[in-house]
């Protein structure tokens, strides 16, 4: 039988996964933003990113 202290620690394993997982999708979605030609401004609103980070994705696809 798991301990308890091996199913919490499994259990915020998987929230942490949970929240990468999903931060992953909004930037990715930022990039798909970012490639449609929209603004910065919209891709904040629309995301809720900061605009230091649409700033980065975009720094980051220019780069590539």
């Known amino acids: ?20 997982g999903i931060t992953q999708g909004i930037e990715q979605v930022a990039l ?17 990113l900061t605009i230091e980070k649409v700033q980065q994705l975009q720094r980051n696809q220019q780069s590539n």
């Open 32 to 48: 798909n933003m970012l490639k449609q030609g929209m603004s910065i401004d919209l891709i904040v609103s629309a995301t809720g």
């Open 1 to 20: 039988k798991e301990s308890v202290i091996y199913q919490e620690i499994e259990a915020q394993g998987m929230e942490k996964g949970i929240t990468q």
